[in-house]
């Protein structure tokens, strides 16, 4: 008996052994084939969006030749696809946003242009000298980035380069990566510089130069201070609810920024301190442009109608009394309501606030007047040259139609008085715009309802 004491310890401490190095293996085994998956998921990324860009720079090289509207038409649709799909897979590469965000632009704007000259086509009208030239910058453009990645898939051949390091790299900011990861880099680095070397895009589009640039029409022009803003802050999530208030930075560059804001963290009364209330009060005007609460949210309480009311409420009062809800959407205990605010009966789509309300108690824990105050201001919409039963003449005779009102709604730079009709084509909700001026048919969006609300697309 002392000796089978003896060899049993060892014994069972040699299997625990084996079993630890064997698990130890497999996991090893595991990781690597996890690292190999990803690896390869990055190299076609990387080569799918060399390939998009090599197509955006030859269909751009033929719509320059081309002459006719309908060739012109199926090369900007494919432009435009090319663009988008480089662009989503650009962004699933291992690079920070701030890396290619250049670049990211371009993309957009390649397909954003295309789809403007897509529908002057559809017009019948013809590219001008200036959209020409427009076209040929794009097309330099396409040509660096195209020159970019076959320099850098040059350099990557024979190198023991893994996608997956840049973004440790990245993290690190040191040169203690490998070459092919420092050649990345330097070429991420290059392409930003071209791409930002392109003059300003001067189109009628929602990501024209002078739109991304575009000045905000509903703050003012006062300069407010930290200090004011501060009280403005206090004042509108409620003095006797704040036991304390403390400014931050946003970060550099913030002077660049659409809407600059003073940023703050306001603590609550009885909420814990790391869940601050953090809100943006504008440099321009003192407005709160944006609130989010991240408290913890209880079961549901209160009904979605009463959630709407809670939201009216509040927009009320902070002195939007001219809003109508539109849609919704349910979550995580959260009801995210947007509200358009309406002129002469008028629906003004632009003037969009968001406003998210807790369905455990109906505090509204969410905030977002952006769209609002860049572009709200006083308009004189005018009158429709066409009267409503015109305008219907140019809506598809199988439509059923529910209801029918007057909107605004964006095109590019500008704004379009049209007849909203809502109603069903078959089994699906649609919402149709025709310009109350020329009854064009401006836009279509399809209505989604689900058991976490309503959206359009």
């Known amino acids: 008996m002392r000796n089978r004491r003896h060899w049993i310890a060892p014994t069972i401490l040699t299997l625990l052994l084996v079993v630890a190095v064997a698990w130890g293996y497999n996991q090893y085994t595991i990781n690597n084939q996890y690292g190999v998956a990803l690896e390869n998921h990055y190299q076609r990324l990387f080569y799918d969006v060399k390939k998009h860009v090599e197509n955006v720079q030859v269909g751009l090289s033929k719509a320059l030749v081309a002459s006719s509207k309908e060739r012109n038409i199926l090369l900007f ?26 670049t990211q632009k371009f993309l957009t704007q390649a397909a954003d242009y295309s789809y403007f000259l897509i529908q002057k086509h559809l017009d019948g009208e013809e590219i001008t000298p200036e959209e020409r030239e427009a076209l040929t ?12 990645l076959a320099n850098l898939s040059k350099d990557m051949e024979g190198t023991n380069f893994l996608y997956t390091a840049t973004a440790a790299m990245g993290s690190r900011r040191n040169n203690q990566g490998g070459g092919g990861e420092n050649a990345f880099q ?25 739109m991304i640039n575009k000045k905000p029409l509903g703050l003012g022009d006062e300069d407010v201070s ?58 321009k005007g003192g407005k709160v442009v944006w609130m989010a609460n991240p408290r913890p949210i209880g079961g549901a309480k209160i009904s979605l109608e009463q959630a709407e009311r809670h939201a009216l409420e509040y927009l009320h009062s902070k002195g939007f009394n001219s809003m109508e809800p539109n849609y ?9 309501f947007n509200f358009a605010y309406k002129q002469d009966d008028v629906t003004i789509y632009p003037d969009l606030i968001k406003v998210k309300v807790a369905l455990d108690t109906g505090e509204i824990v969410g905030f ?60 699906g909700d649609f919402i149709i715009y025709i310009n109350a001026m020329n009854g064009k048919e401006e836009q279509i969006l399809q209505i989604i309802h689900d058991e976490n609300g309503t959206l359009t697309f």
């Open 77 to 102: 649709s494919q432009i435009m696809s090319d663009a988008n799909f480089a662009q989503d897979k650009l962004g699933q590469m291992p690079v920070s946003h701030s890396e290619i965000s250049n």
């Open 137 to 148: 910058g794009l097309q330099n453009n396409s040509a660096a980035f195209n020159g970019e």
């Open 186 to 210: 330097t070429s991420l680095i290059n392409l930003e510089t071209e791409v930002s070397k392109m003059p300003e895009l001067i189109y009628d589009g929602p990501f024209a130069d002078q």
């Open 226 to 283: 930290v200090e004011k803003a501060s009280q403005i802050a206090v004042n509108f999530f409620g003095e006797n609810r704040v036991q304390g208030i403390e400014h931050f930075e946003q970060g550099e560059d913030t002077d660049g920024l659409r809407m600059p804001s003073h940023t703050f963290h306001l603590y609550p009364r009885n909420q814990q301190e790391e869940l601050a209330v953090y809100m943006g009060v504008s440099q």
């Open 328 to 336: 919704s959407l349910h979550y995580d205990g959260n009801v995210l």
């Open 368 to 427: 977002d007047a952006s769209a609002y105050y860049l572009n709200h201001h006083e308009r004189k919409l005018g009158r429709p040259m066409l009267d409503e039963g015109t305008a219907r003449r140019n809506v598809n005779v199988q439509f059923d139609i529910d209801s029918i009102r007057l909107a605004l709604i964006p095109k590019g730079k500008n704004e379009v008085l049209c007849y909203e009709y809502k109603g069903k084509y078959k089994d």
